[in-house]
């Protein structure tokens, strides 16, 4: 069965600084890629960061990057400079399938940041 | 419309009666999935449709959840004989290109009492 992991069921960060979320996968190689979602308590999943499987360099976005590995099966989601608004659960999705896909997530990791 | 729109946003429901969850899907997004989030929990995928291709139905939990899309747009999620495990919001996501990732929607939460 595929699994994700997500060690850190809760973090805490000071507001400004920068938080390392984790995420390992014990799936089939992700030839679609990797996704990081998340999920502010209102519900809404909000699509942060892709990682292209094939892609030589890590994904940047804005405050958003990725420690990807693929030898490991590791893609840690980096937040720089946190923000309030930063509080929220954080999803790590490997896209898996042949032809077509499917996001399989991890249980999450609870983000909050203390001003 | 500008997103994905699913109704109702909230359906309490009676043990043993059939529901129906509708999904309104982003104009042009042709791969349209849905999943179940628990209390607390991560989204575990039911099932997933791509334009006139058989669906995916890998993810539903029994016979008695099921899925159309009628047009390659609009999609219904049935559940018959609801349980209380069944309660959950059921998400709807839709897609255009992989690297754009999934646009979701704002979810249905059951409650079946």
């Known amino acids: 069965a595929q699994k994700i992991t997500q060690t850190q069921p809760g973090m805490f960060v000071q507001e400004k600084e920068a938080v390392t979320l984790d995420c390992t996968y014990d799936t089939s190689d992700p030839s679609y890629g990797l996704f990081w979602y998340k999920q502010p308590s209102s519900g809404e999943m909000i699509f942060l960061i892709y990682?292209?499987?094939?892609?030589?360099q890590n994904a940047t976005e804005g405050r958003y990057s990725l420690n990807f590995q693929k030898a490991r099966k590791s893609a840690n989601l980096v937040i720089s400079a946190s923000q309030l608004g930063d509080s929220a659960m954080y999803f790590c999705?490997?896209?898996?399938?042949?032809?077509?896909?499917?996001?399989?997530f991890g249980k999450g990791t609870k983000l909050s940041v203390i001003p | 419309g500008a997103g994905v729109s699913q109704s109702p946003s909230n359906k309490v429901t009676e043990k043993g009666k059939d529901v129906e969850l509708r999904c309104d899907p982003i104009?042009?997004?042709?791969?349209l999935y849905w999943y179940r989030q628990s209390l607390g929990q991560g989204l575990e995928f039911l099932i997933y449709?791509?334009?006139?291709?058989?669906?995916?139905k890998s993810g539903l939990p029994s016979d008695r959840f099921s899925a159309e899309r009628t047009g390659g747009s609009v999609s219904t999620l049935t559940i018959q004989r609801t349980q209380q495990e069944d309660s959950a919001v059921y998400l709807c996501a839709t897609e255009k290109r992989v690297d754009y990732g999934y646009t979701f929607g704002s979810g249905t939460r059951l409650t079946v009492v």
């Open positions: 990682q292209g499987s094939y892609d030589q």
């Open positions: 449709f791509q334009g006139n291709s058989a669906p995916d």
């Open positions: 999705a490997p896209a898996v399938g042949a032809g077509s896909y499917q996001l399989t």
């Open positions: 104009s042009g997004h042709t791969a």
